[in-house]
């Protein structure tokens, strides 16, 4: 009930590749989050899998049976579009009731399920009203009710939350978690913001240009990124990568020069690295503190982000741009040098062609 | 969030009677669901395009195919009886003889020079009417289209001449237009002496324009004014947020967009204006001499009110009058397809 | 008024005339002359008697000669304006007219005859509608039994015809399929086939059927008009597919797609197409009158032709009866224009 | 049984029809009789396929008589009197009856005569007195020309844009349009020489040219509305015009009947009529002749011709000439005078014509082309060979 | 040149209030966020400014002239909708081009601007293609590009990065700032992300149903948000808010009951609070710590969530909700109790109606 296989699963719109072969597995039951850059492909395997796009080739099962030629209405999921499709010619409620009215559901029943779900989202105001006359966020949400009340055995949400506030957003994805509970079904989540990724998903998609670069848990892809690009892409902000040569490969430690000479010394894994292989070194930027110590660098401040809990310092550091979140207030300005220590952050590494070390 | 119960679109009396009247439909509907589903089930989606389908081909197959088919038979037949059984084949003498000409450019070196005359004029009246068509209805239902006061006034104000049968068109523009009619009248004190309009070669000719003009236009904007409320209304404020003056919103925003539904318009002015009759023949009979002899009044005065009838030439000139008219439309639809896909969000 | 005038002139955005509003306006002032101006005098016209009808130069309004009852002769005498010879004018009454001259009196003395040249008299006209015209048909023909034909031709018709052209554009125009080019093809060829030409091979097939002299005879070749499907086709390309996905979601099964989704997001069109099957199927004339020759089955546009004979047409009836005619269609264009004026299928999406 | 009448009508004579038939059910109860009246159109281009394809009602009201007339039932067997029939409508017999039979397939309803009319005010204020009854088509055309010129109206004649009317002067100046073998014969100089004035009045101004310009090929158009607004002075046009003029000109001026004028060969109009017939696929032959019986009897004939202003075709009622038309109108009555003593003047070659399979192709290919030439299309020399090549084809089109 | 006034700005749908009286004043080159809960009159405003929705009464003034009846394409702004309102039948290039041929450019310096947009939004790609080829993100770039390539006197953006991935969020937005401070163009921009309000506004603006309940530069919102809502609002995730009565006032110090008897000394300043008034203490997730000691307060954990860089611990403090933001990785299992200790974060203290003392 739910278990949903991709095999070898490609689409191309004329001769624009998109997908390059998708292959995933995806346990009844399970929260799966896609994530990947503007125009990776995200929408277009949801769609692929909700049987809106033919797939070029490959197959797609589900509960092991190929549903390639079954049509999306008789594949049993729900989908929230990205674009929100909603009826422009019912009342928001009608909206809602569309789609168990299609499977012939008890009025009483209906009007149940629509009641439940629109105090979820906090929609009952607008419940008569047309979709034309919501402001955006409440039109988001009425598509997210219109796929919650089939109760389908998977979802597919389409960057569900995407304009809704701070506050709202994390009300409505806790129901969708708990929701996700509830019913225990499959869900496959499309989001760009990490919060949610990482909160909500059982494991993480990484795509990247019609092509999977990791899968695993949220942790797993936060603490050992199996590329720069995975490392890059999870967390916020962004990891921060210095670029260096191998200077010299003791036991133990990995003695790295940076571009304008810098040497660094980082207690390395077994590793079979040659002294003068070009190097990445990934440094979140949360885990650098200020001040010098053992392994400190110089960084010189670009600019400083306040905001408010946090602050976010853009600084250069061996000509690289390098950034560093400090928890609180500070009242740094623009322009001066300041030391980093390095002391207490995991330090990545990867070789030249991106791959961790 | 105090956002007071909905009151905005509070059901009028209209609406009301409207679900009372849909609600057994809402039950047929409902009803038939259930069968089609399981056909869905079984035939899949291309299955139900042809179940769509279907019902229109049926009935069309039956009473326009199979006519126009029998039709063809008919003009490779000759004699003057009107049923088929009794009419002997003849093979291509009809289309033989409509092509008898020694020189095409002149009309009265052919055997049929009436139907060469129909054809030229018909060729003129064509061009002529279905660009000015086009361009007043386009005018009349971008204008309807404004947020005007007593709106169904002046959409019923433009629309009124459809609703009226070509003979009283005819008519009213022959009292109209004659020696003594009430142009001449209105005229008159303007110093303009009475003009017998029909009998004039020229002004016949642009009667028969414009009084089918008057007659059609309406027709035409309308389904241009069903257009153009298609068009998302969110395209004309992008184009307001980018300055753009309403004669440029109108040829990069309105036309592009408009152009499925413009397509509909120029393939059926198209067509129609091929095959004007009615009105044309009550106002000016096809006259002054044979200026406005259109096809039409030809096939029909040939298979219909010669004596003997000649259904065979009727049919013959009548195939080929849609020959020309399946080339022109394949032209309009392949540049109107281009638009088609433009038009797809 | 002020008001009202602002609210009647109301313009394009803000402040001052634009050129669009004065294109409007001359556009609007014209086409209530040119559009409505002949209709509105064919209106007056089938107020007028046969003579009047006749009569050149036409005047706008139904005008007939005023006549007086006077002393001493039993039929009301035409009245006339008259220049009597030393330049007066008087209003007299016509007793007869012998050749050039005519015998006239003054109503007021009724004795005394005056003989006046028919050319310094002219009839004092008046105001009148002859409404006999309408009258007239009412008593001459079964007009509710026609009446009656025609809306059930009408409505049977338009209904079939939304519904069947309907699901055709549907096909059409949102699905992929063998054989979709070719049938949009052939449906368009056929839009060039005008049907008196057809009309011979049509009528055997009606006949064969057996539906000559049957109401169906003459709405079933109709239905499937080739201008409906293309019309409601080039409409429903505008509709955006991502509807039909989210449809198709939903659970909804094609034929719910068709007519929960697609069907009233096409109102504007089928409006129109409805506007026009009706004014089609209620103006239709040759064909109505190749199926149906008994006089029950008579459609009111049937049933008006009978004015129409071989040398003479009785045109004071039939206007009348073209304007009694169209109050229902012109109802129908009121009730059903509303409709167009609902395009809504692009604010469902982002 | 059923008896179902296909009927036209140019006026009153529907309801005279309706009337009539009442009474006639009152009398026959076992028999229904319904009219269904249509427009002429129907009886002209519907009526035939219907013919064709064995439908039809079972008695119609018919101008095509003898194209049609293989459709048509013979009575002869079936109604009461044969030798009544023969003797008073039998003069018209062979217009509505195949070739070489002695059918009875009806009678006509009217019959009518091309015939001019001319606005005697109109000459009395020009001060030209009307040409006598033996007048030519050359004295009206100068006196005519005199009334237009004095009394500035854009014409002086009009004739109705018909190939039948035209008809009427090329006999009288001597036409014969059919052959030896019965088929058309090539125009002769009769025809040319009449074609020729006309075409020359048109362009003198003398003839109207409006009403043959304005259209092209056979369509019918009269110019009977330039009669009624005394715009013309002299109207050739036919019998059953009467009515009309009655209602429409009442007091304007004084009009008056002249009959034909004359030609060097002839003085005659053209005879013409509509019949009415009983077809030959009814299922109630018996009904149908009881019908037709009693709507041909003497005193039915002679009440419908009085209401309806309609010369009858009953030789027995002309020849006591004691119609009392039901008008108050003394002009019509004159009018009406002046015909049917016309009717029994009618040229024979006139006579043949409604009786001849080719008149209407004669008289479209006659039309189609002189209109050609007055529109200035044409040379009147290519439209002479035009006329006799459009027949010459239109014969061998049909096979026969 | 870009200075916008708004006074008492009323706006209704029917009888739908929207917005009940706006008072604003913009400055030239000024960049003032909009935030506020969905549905809350944002857009409506913004199209308001534009010129799109008529205002109901009020006036809207550009450099001190009232344009009430000025039509939006002679306002001279520039926008980017919510809903994209991108052109379909036209290529993203001629998406791009079209405001600037209506002002009669040359053709090299179009191509130019739209090089340039293209570029910095990551466009180029897909320069040839329809709107509707394109990805949700891909989609609201061009969106983006529409708007700046104009470079008018001021720009309207409606949730502008709402469907891009954070990293294209953080650079797109770093390019609007470089934009903004090289055209030294007004801006006006609705967002519901925390960090883009901080980091990109020179005034925030919370809206709230359709009023306004504070204006100020970020970090004034956030140390010293007006009332209980601005306070919830800004921040992420929101502040705590714990319930209590004032048990007692002493000079500099105030003793709060919590709702089962936990007594809270909180230094005051000069207080105008009665013993027993009801008090709500606001304490962001981010300054709580971990440990007893001084301040401390004892929490039980409902929920543990694991963001990689920090973790969000759902407590429950005295019968009431409490999150807890702490740094790092941690292994915390729900359900366990642990010490919270509030030393070190600054309270913010609200009456009963909300407003800050
Ligand atoms: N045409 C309309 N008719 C009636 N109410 C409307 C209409 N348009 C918007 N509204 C209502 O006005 C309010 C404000 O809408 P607006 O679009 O300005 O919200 P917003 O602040 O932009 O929200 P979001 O963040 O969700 O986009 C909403 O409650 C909405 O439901
Ligand atoms: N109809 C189409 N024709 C051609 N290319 C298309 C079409 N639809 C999408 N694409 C391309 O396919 C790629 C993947 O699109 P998709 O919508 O799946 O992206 P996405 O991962 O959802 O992006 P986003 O986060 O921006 O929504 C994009 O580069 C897009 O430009
Ligand atoms: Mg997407
Ligand atoms: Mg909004």
Redesign the pocket.
Same mark, same amino acid.
């Given at each position: 009930m739910g278990q949903i296989t991709l095999s070898n699963v490609k689409k191309s719109? /004329?001769n624009?590749d998109?997908l390059h072969g998708i292959n995933l597995d995806i346990n009844d039951g399970e929260l799966v989050v896609?994530v @990947?850059? %503007? /125009?990776? /492909?995200? %929408?277009?395997?949801?769609?692929a899998i909700a049987g809106l796009e033919k797939i070029t080739s490959g197959e797609i099962a589900i509960d092991g049976k190929p549903v390639n030629d079954v049509t999306a209405a008789d594949r049993g999921l729900a989908m929230v579009f990205?674009s929100y499709a909603l009826y422009p010619h019912m009342s928001v409620r009608q909206n809602l009731a569309f789609g168990l009215e299609n499977s012939k559901m008890p009025k009483a029943e209906i009007d149940e399920r629509i009641t439940e779900a629109a105090r979820m989202l906090e929609i009952e105001p607008y419940l008569a009203r047309r979709p034309g006359q919501l402001s955006g966020g409440q039109r988001q949400r009425v598509a997210i009710g219109r796929a919650i009340v089939r109760r389908p055995v998977a979802f597919l949400l389409?960057?569900p939350l995407s304009n809704l506030d701070a506050e709202l957003r994390v009300s409505t994805r806790a129901e969708l978690a708990a929701l996700h509970a509830r019913l225990s079904s499959t869900m496959i989540y499309?989001t760009?913001d990490q919060v949610e990724a990482m909160t909500l998903a059982d494991r993480i998609v990484v795509?990247r240009a @019609?092509k999977i670069e990791q899968v695993g848990t949220p942790l797993e892809l936060y603490n050992t990124p199996a590329n720069r690009f995975v490392a890059g892409f999870i967390g916020a902000p962004h990891m921060n990568f210095l670029e260096g040569t191998v200077s010299s490969v003791q036991s133990g430690n990995l003695v790295v020069a940076l571009a304008d000479g810098y040497q660094l010394a980082i207690p390395a894994r077994e590793t079979s690295l040659e002294q003068g292989a070009r190097i990445t070194l990934g440094i979140r930027p949360q885990h650098v503190t200020l001040g010098s110590g053992d392994k400190s660098i110089q960084a010189k401040i670009k600019l400083v982000e306040a905001l408010g809990s946090e602050t976010v310092l853009h600084t250069e550091v061996a000509g690289q741009k390098f950034l560093v979140v400090i928890p609180g207030q500070h009242d740094l300005a623009s322009g001066t040098d300041i030391d980093l220590s390095l002391s207490s952050a995991p330090i990545h590494l990867f070789d030249k062609d991106g791959h961790r070390i | 969030m105090t956002a007071p119960l909905e009151t905005a679109s509070k059901p009028s009396a209209v609406q009301h009677l409207g679900a009372i009247a849909l609600a057994p439909v809402r039950l047929v509907m409902g009803l038939i669901d259930r069968p089609l589903r399981a056909l869905q089930r079984m035939t899949g989606l291309s299955g139900m395009a042809i179940f769509f389908l279907a019902p229109n081909m049926l009935i069309f197959g039956i009473f326009v195919l199979l006519p126009l088919f029998i039709n063809f038979v008919y003009s490779t037949t000759g004699g003057s009886a009107l049923f088929l059984p009794e009419r002997s084949y003849v093979g291509a003498d009809q289309y033989q003889r409509l092509f008898d000409c020694s020189n095409y450019l002149d009309p009265l070196t052919c055997q049929e020079d009436a139907f060469w005359t129909a054809v030229s004029n018909t060729f003129w009246f064509v061009v002529l009417q279905v660009t000015l068509m086009i361009g007043a209805a386009l005018v009349t239902a971008l204008i309807l289209n404004r947020n005007l006061a007593a709106r169904s006034f002046w959409r019923a104000v433009f629309f009124f001449p459809v609703l009226l049968s070509p003979v009283v068109v005819g008519l009213i523009w022959r009292w109209i237009l004659q020696r003594q009619g009430l142009l001449n009248f209105i005229l008159y004190p303007f110093g303009v002496d009475p003009y017998t309009w029909l009998t004039d070669r020229t002004w016949s000719f642009a009667a028969a324009v414009g009084v089918s003009l008057w007659a059609h236009m309406g027709f035409y904007a309308l389904i241009l004014l069903a257009g153009l409320q298609a068009i998302p209304k969110d395209l004309y404020e992008a184009a307001d947020m980018d300055g753009t003056k309403p004669a440029r919103v109108f040829w990069r925003i309105t036309l592009p967009l408009l152009m499925p539904n413009l397509v509909v318009v120029i393939v059926l002015a198209l067509i129609r204006s091929v095959q004007v009759f009615d009105e044309v023949y009550i106002l000016t009979g096809g006259g002054p001499g044979t200026s406005t002899l259109f096809i039409t009044q030809y096939i029909y005065e040939t298979g219909f009110v010669s004596q003997p009838r000649n259904p065979g030439l009727a049919a013959a000139a009548s195939i080929l009058m849609g020959l020309v008219l399946v080339v022109l439309t394949l032209v309009q639809l392949g540049l109107g397809r281009r638009g088609e896909k433009k038009g797809k969000r | 008024m002020g008001r009202a005038a602002a609210f009647i002139l109301r313009r394009r955005g803000g402040k001052g005339w634009h050129w669009t509003d004065i294109v409007t306006w001359v556009w609007l002032i014209g086409g209530l002359f040119i559009m409505f101006g002949p209709a509105l005098w064919l209106m007056f016209s089938s107020f007028k008697t046969p003579a009047a009808l006749a009569e050149f130069p036409p005047s706008i309004l139904p005008y007939t000669s005023q006549q007086v009852s006077v002393e001493g002769h039993d039929k009301p005498l035409t009245l006339y304006d008259v220049t009597l010879p030393d330049g007066t004018t008087k209003k007299l009454a016509e007793v007869r007219r012998i050749g050039l001259f005519s015998q006239m009196v003054d109503p007021a003395k009724p004795d005394e005859t005056i003989r006046v040249n028919i050319n310094s008299r002219k009839p004092v006209q008046e105001l009148s509608f002859a409404t006999e015209n309408y009258t007239g048909p009412f008593v001459h023909f079964d007009f509710f039994r026609y009446l009656w034909n025609s809306v059930f031709v009408t409505v049977m018709a338009t209904l079939i015809t939304l519904i069947v052209n309907s699901m055709a554009a549907f096909a059409l125009s949102k699905y992929e399929f063998r054989g979709r080019s070719v049938a949009m093809l052939i449906i368009l060829a056929t839009l060039m086939v005008p049907l008196s030409v057809i009309m011979v091979p049509l009528y055997s097939i009606i006949s064969a059927l057996g539906l000559f002299n049957n109401l169906w005879g003459v709405i079933l070749p109709t239905v499937a008009t080739p201008t409906g499907v293309f019309i409601l086709r080039q409409y429903m390309l505008t509709i955006p597919d991502e509807l039909i996905d989210a449809a198709r979601m939903d659970k909804a099964s094609e034929w719910q797609i068709y007519w929960r989704i697609v069907l009233p997001l096409t109102a504007p069109a089928l409006a129109v197409l409805a506007i026009f099957s009706v004014v089609w199927r209620w103006n239709d004339f040759l064909w109505p009158l190749i199926v149906l020759s008994r006089k029950e089955l008579y459609t009111l546009q049937v049933g008006l032709s009978i004015y129409s004979g071989e040398l003479n047409v009785q045109w004071h009836f039939i206007l009348a009866m073209t304007v009694v005619t169209m109050i229902p269609v012109v109802l129908v264009f009121i009730f059903l224009q509303r409709f167009i004026t609902t395009g809504i299928a692009g604010t469902g999406l982002k | 049984g059923d008896v179902r009448i296909m009927w036209y009508s140019d006026g009153v004579e529907g309801e005279v029809l309706a009337d009539l038939m009442k009474r006639f059910m009152d009398q026959n109860p076992d028999i229904k009789v319904t009219i269904d009246n249509v427009a002429f159109g129907v009886i002209k281009e519907q009526l035939p396929v219907q013919l064709e394809a064995g439908h039809g009602p079972d008695i119609a009201r018919v101008t095509a008589l003898k194209d049609l007339s293989r459709h048509w039932l013979d009575l002869r067997p079936l109604i009461s009197d044969a030798a009544y029939w023969d003797a008073n409508f039998g003069a018209q017999a062979d217009w509505m009856r195949p070739d070489g039979s002695n059918q009875i397939s009806g009678f006509m309803t009217q019959v009518t005569l091309t015939g001019g009319f001319a606005n005697k005010t109109l000459f009395e204020q020009a001060g030209v007195p009307l040409p006598g009854p033996d007048a030519t088509w050359d004295d009206w055309a100068a006196a005519s020309k005199k009334v237009a010129d004095s009394q500035q109206i854009p014409f002086a004649m009009a004739l109705d844009r018909s190939g039948h009317r035209i008809t009427a002067p090329n006999i009288a100046f001597g036409a014969n349009y059919i052959g030896a073998d019965g088929k058309p014969a090539p125009l002769d100089k009769g025809a040319k020489d009449f074609i020729t004035k006309f075409v020359g009045w048109t362009n003198d101004g003398v003839m109207s040219k409006d009403v043959w310009v304005s259209a092209a090929g056979q369509t019918y158009r009269a110019a009977a509305d330039d009669f009624i607004n005394a715009q013309l002075a002299y109207y050739y046009s036919g019998s059953w015009q009467i009515p009309n003029f009655a209602t429409k000109i009442g007091n304007g001026f004084d009009w008056v009947a002249t009959g034909s004028p004359c030609g060097p060969a002839a003085c005659t109009g053209m005879p013409g009529g509509a019949g009415l017939v009983a077809v030959k696929y009814t299922k109630n032959p018996k009904d149908v002749a009881k019908v037709m019986d009693y709507l041909a009897s003497e005193a039915v004939v002679k009440e419908f011709s009085e209401r309806t202003l309609f010369i009858p075709a009953h030789k027995g009622i002309l020849d006591k000439g004691d119609l009392n038309f039901k008008t108050e109108d003394p002009q019509v009555k004159a009018a009406l005078d002046v015909f049917v003593k016309a009717s029994k003047t009618t040229a024979p070659a006139a006579q043949k014509m409604p009786g001849w399979r080719w008149a209407d192709t004669v008289y479209g290919a006659l039309v189609t082309r002189v209109a050609q030439v007055i529109a200035g299309e044409l040379p009147l020399d290519d439209a002479f060979t035009r006329i006799d090549s459009d027949v010459a084809t239109k014969v061998k089109d049909s096979g026969l």
């Open positions: 719109f /004329g624009i998109v896609f @990947g850059p %503007s /125009g990776c /492909g995200k %929408s277009t395997l949801l769609r990205q389409d960057e499309v760009h795509l @019609g | - | - | -």
